[in-house]
């Protein structure tokens, strides 16, 4: 899954109120003045069975009309090179604009689709005033409102039309190479933890931040192992890094934690873990991907007896609820635990792969449930009669029972630890469905 879809526009026509929408979840800040998007956001959605990713290029620094332009054009340049599908965002509340107007000529010199999503059409008048729309000459024209949500089923059926099938599917290709990626923020160490392991200095490593623009393949061999290691440039802050190669680096960091199957998270040890750090979590975790955190520059924190299980601690309790990870305390430059961290990583991937036989499955899970059943709901007993896992490449299991839709998330929970203490499933997200029997 590598489909990715770029929300683009002049300041507050919505962009971080529709990537929310499409997200389900308020992570971008939505205010009425224009230009609080500091920040570039980053997230998965699905739609009709269909994955993708959705990038919201906010981030424009107030200043005058010029700076806006220039700033707008390097955003759509670097979106519609690098994304499937770029939105470009109006709003019917202000109408056509020379911002919208400029961003449309750069918009049509690519061969990319791009949807035109005419946003905050709210009212039967706003629907015909937002017709002016289709004079930008730009087509397929959706109109929405991105705060009820109204219109955006239409945009979304739109996009998953264009997701071809292979892009979709789940299915596990056996003869491939394990894939790991190494992410992290920028000056996290990534680049010299690949050098460290490959024993040359294959990418450039310096103390700015960013150094490594585009993603790097390696092919390696460790314990008679073959598996390919992805450099990743690092997914950094707009506040941190002002140029346009910032936004795509970290289209390709998305982009390589897309094609891989484990990703290595690389923490500062003397910074912690920070907010961004989580993001980046949160997204691989999203995409079902295996799972390893390394906290990297261990030799420069100053360590007592217990330093090391206390920050594992508040690590696992700040990564809640995946937090079933392996968490190893390495240093890429005195090349510390580095070839553990690939031996863990491997057993990551085992895990990943494993297949549970469906009798072993039922025996040992109806079990589980008989020993704790799920709350009855208005006077009727939930019954789990089946278990069976899915041909997918993110392990994943369905419940057969008599009210799939009731089944609330702690009960879920208590089902995915079961899952967990009964099979080896460390560091890999686990997906749960119940099905109607």
């Known amino acids: 899954m590598s489909f990715t879809v770029a929300i683009v526009g002049r300041p507050n026509v919505g962009k971080s109120t529709l990537f929310n929408r499409l997200l389900e979840q308020r992570k971008a800040i939505v205010d009425d003045v224009s230009g609080v998007t500091r920040d570039r956001q980053y997230g998965v959605t699905d739609w009709n069975g269909k994955t993708f990713n959705v990038i919201d290029t906010g981030g424009f620094v107030h200043g005058s009309e010029d700076i806006f332009e220039k700033e707008i054009a390097k955003q759509v340049l670097v979106a519609v090179q690098e994304a499937n599908v770029v939105f470009f965002m109006v709003d019917a509340a202000t109408g056509r604009t020379d911002l919208d107007d400029a961003m449309v000529s750069t918009l049509r010199k690519s061969t990319k689709p791009v949807f035109v999503v005419v946003n905050k059409v709210d009212t039967n008048e706003r629907l015909l005033e937002a017709n002016e729309f289709y004079s930008l000459g730009l087509e397929p024209v959706f109109f929405i409102a991105a705060a009820s949500g109204s219109g955006t089923g239409e945009l979304l059926d739109a996009v998953t039309a264009l997701i071809p099938a292979q892009e979709n599917i789940d299915e596990v290709d056996e003869t491939s190479l394990p894939k790991f990626a190494i992410i992290g923020q920028p000056n996290t160490g990534k680049s010299s933890l690949l050098n460290a392991l490959i024993g040359e200095e294959r990418t450039i490593v310096s103390d700015i931040a960013g150094t490594t623009r585009d993603t790097i393949h390696t092919h390696y061999n460790l314990f008679q192992k073959e598996f390919i290691l992805i450099d990743t440039a690092g997914i950094r802050r707009k506040s941190k890094v002002h140029e346009d190669l910032e936004f795509y680096s970290v289209i390709r960091a998305i982009k390589a934690m897309d094609e891989a199957d484990v990703c290595l998270l690389l923490l500062d040890a003397t910074k912690g873990l920070t907010?961004?750090?989580?993001?980046?979590?949160?997204?691989?975790?999203?995409?079902?991907?295996?799972?390893?955190?390394?906290?990297?520059?261990?030799?420069?924190?100053?360590?007592?007896?217990?330093?090391?299980?206390?920050?594992?601690?508040?690590?696992?309790?700040?990564?809640?609820?995946?937090?079933?990870?392996?968490?190893?305390?390495?240093?890429?430059?005195?090349?510390?635990?580095?070839h553990k961290a690939v031996e863990i990583a491997l057993k990551v991937f085992e895990n990943k792969k494993q297949k549970i036989a469906t009798a072993q499955l039922n025996d040992v899970m109806l079990k589980t449930i008989a020993a704790y059943h799920p709350p009855v709901v208005r006077g009727h007993p939930i019954k789990i009669k089946f278990i069976t896992q899915l041909p997918t490449v993110t392990p994943s299991f369905a419940f057969f029972c008599n009210f799939p839709d009731d089944i609330k998330t702690p009960y879920r929970n208590y089902l995915e630890n079961q899952l967990r203490e009964q099979f080896d499933f460390t560091g890999v997200p686990i997906r749960i469905f119940f099905r109607k029997k």
Not at 283 to 302: C, H, I, Y
Not at 309 to 329: C, M, T, W, Y
Request: charged share 30%.
């Open 275 to 338: 907010a961004q750090d989580l993001n980046i979590y949160s997204l691989a975790t999203r995409k079902g991907k295996g799972l390893v955190v390394l906290v990297n520059k261990w030799d420069l924190v100053e360590k007592e007896t217990n330093t090391a299980v206390q920050f594992e601690k508040d690590l696992k309790q700040r990564l809640a609820p995946f937090n079933d990870v392996p968490i190893l305390f390495v240093s890429a430059l005195e090349k510390i635990r580095i």
